[in-house]
């Protein structure tokens, strides 16, 4: 079947360095969303990953491993505005040729002073 | 600002009610998508629209429709409104591939509030 994992919450202190993972099953697996989702607000884009490593945007990086079904979102040098949900979404293969977005339940990232 | 539109930004309603939201796409996006978050919930994927077709179905309820007009705006038709269907309702668009997957671009959500 299709399952996607994250914690559920996490704590950091601003400036630090966190990392939020997300483990995934599925039978089709063709890329991997992240999206950033402040609380009463839309979800917004941050990466996209298909091919494995690392891809790294300012403050925010994003890993793949399509091996191990595993992927993480680093946030570097946190600020207060980076407190809110990060949602990892799979894309995954159909047998009718199309694709669908599988959506994790987020991780909800509280940034401490 | 994703160029994804909806409208209303809040409706409050009485159970046994039907509403319509009303949603518009980023400019040559000819997919929309419509979500349910419940609160401190995760988004829940109701259904797709690709150029006026029904492309894939979700978990959406009998009660609710919905459809996209030639124009590619789109409307999510809730019935018979319970309790349980107070929730932000999310529309997002997708460039013009039709194969689903594609990176979703979210409009700012409707919050329904059913008394």
């Known amino acids: 079947g299709q399952n996607i994992d994250q914690p559920t919450e996490m704590t950091a202190t601003e400036g630090a360095i966190v990392q939020i993972n997300c483990t995934y099953q599925t039978s089709g697996f063709n890329g991997l969303f992240w999206y950033q989702q402040h609380a009463g607000e839309a979800p917004t884009f941050l990466s996209y990953?298909?091919l494995d490593g690392l891809e790294e945007k300012g403050r925010f990086s994003s890993f793949l491993s399509r091996s191990k079904g595993y992927s993480y979102l680093l946030l570097k040098e946190l600020q207060m505005k980076d407190s809110a949900s990060y949602l990892c979404a799979v894309r995954d293969l159909l047998m009718d040729s199309n694709y669908q977005l599988i959506w994790g339940a987020g991780t909800k990232l509280i940034i401490k002073p | 600002d994703s160029g994804v539109t909806q409208t209303p930004k809040h409706l409050i309603t009485a159970t046994g009610q039907r509403v319509t939201l009303r949603c518009s796409p980023r400019?040559?996006?000819?997919?929309v998508y419509w979500y349910q978050q419940s609160l401190d919930q995760g988004l829940q994927f109701l259904i797709q629209y690709y150029n006026g077709e029904e492309r894939a179905k979700g978990n959406i309820l009998e009660r609710f429709s919905a459809q996209q007009f030639p124009d590619l705006h789109s409307e999510l038709n809730l019935s018979s409104l319970e309790l349980g269907d107070s929730a932000l309702y999310f529309c997002a668009s997708s460039v013009a591939t039709g194969h689903g997957g594609e990176t979703q671009y979210f409009g700012p959500g409707t919050r329904l509030l059913v008394l």
């Open positions: 990953n298909v």
């Open positions: 400019s040559g996006d000819l997919s």
